[in-house]
C-alpha cells in the first residue's frame, strides 16, 4: 500500500509506527511543517519524510489527514487540484462531515472518516469507519489498515448517512 500520512502530530505517528511495524506499506509518506518531531522515522525503508504535501499525493494512492479540524479545510483545498481518480482519502479529523470534504473535492471521491481512540497509541483502537457512498466501494482498504491498529466497525452507509 502508498500511503501517506498528512499531518503527522501525535495520531499520525501512532498510524506510521503501527504500519511499519506490521509491514503494511510499500511507500509511507509523513508530512508536517516542522519535520524534527518526526525525525525518529528517517531512515527506515520505503519511509519518506516531507514538508510538501503536494509530493505526499503524487506518491501515495491513500491519504490519511490527521491536521487539527481548523487547519484540514485549507490542507484539503491545496490538494484537491492534484488529486486523481483512484485516490482514497481517509479523514480522522473530528468535527469535519463528509458532505463538507465533499464539498472541497467533490462527491465523486473515494471519502471515509475514520475514528479511532487513544489506544491506537499501543496499537488497540477502536476505530469507527464510515464513507460516502463512492468510499464504500473502498472501506475493505481502510479495514485493513485499521485492523492493523487493533479493530474496526464500519457503519453501514446508510447509518452513516444520517450521523456524518
Ligand atoms: N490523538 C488522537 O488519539 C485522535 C483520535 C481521533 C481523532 N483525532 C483527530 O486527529 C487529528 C490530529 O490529532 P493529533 O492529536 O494527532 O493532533 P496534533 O498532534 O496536533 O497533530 C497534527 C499535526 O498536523 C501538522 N500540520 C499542521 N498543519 C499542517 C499542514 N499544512 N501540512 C501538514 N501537516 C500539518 C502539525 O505539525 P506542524 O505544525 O509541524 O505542521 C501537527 O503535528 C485531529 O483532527 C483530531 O481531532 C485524534
Known amino acids: 500500500m502508498k500511503i501517506a500520512i498528512i499531518g503527522t502530530g501525535n495520531l499520525g505517528k501512532s498510524i506510521a509506527k503501527g504500519l511499519i511495524t506490521n509491514n503494511a506499506i510499500t511507500t509511507l509518506v509523513l508530512t508536517k511543517r516542522n519535520l524534527e518531531s518526526i525525525a525518529e522515522f528517517e531512515g ?97 482498504v481502510a479495514e485493513a489498515i485499521f485492523n492493523r491498529l487493533g479493530h474496526t466497525l464500519a457503519i453501514p452507509n446508510l447509518k452513516c448517512k444520517q450521523r456524518q
Do not use: W
Not at 489527514?65 to 479529523?93: D, G, M, Y
Open 44 to 140: 527506515y525503508k520505503n519511509v519518506i519524510l516531507t514538508t510538501d504535501n503536494l509530493q505526499a499525493v503524487q506518491k501515495s494512492d491513500i491519504l490519511i489527514f490527521a491536521v487539527q479540524p481548523a487547519h484540514f479545510e485549507l490542507v484539503l483545498k491545496a490538494i484537491a487540484p492534484h488529486l486523481n481518480e483512484n485516490h482514497i482519502i481517509i479523514s480522522t479529523i473530528t468535527g469535519f462531515t463528509i458532505p463538507k470534504i465533499e464539498a472541497v473535492v467533490g462527491a465523486n471521491r473515494f471519502i471515509i472518516r475514520a475514528m479511532p481512540n487513544t489506544a491506537i497509541a499501543v496499537g488497540k483502537s477502536m476505530t469507527c469507519l464510515c464513507s460516502n457512498l463512492q468510499g464504500a466501494k473502498r472501506i475493505k
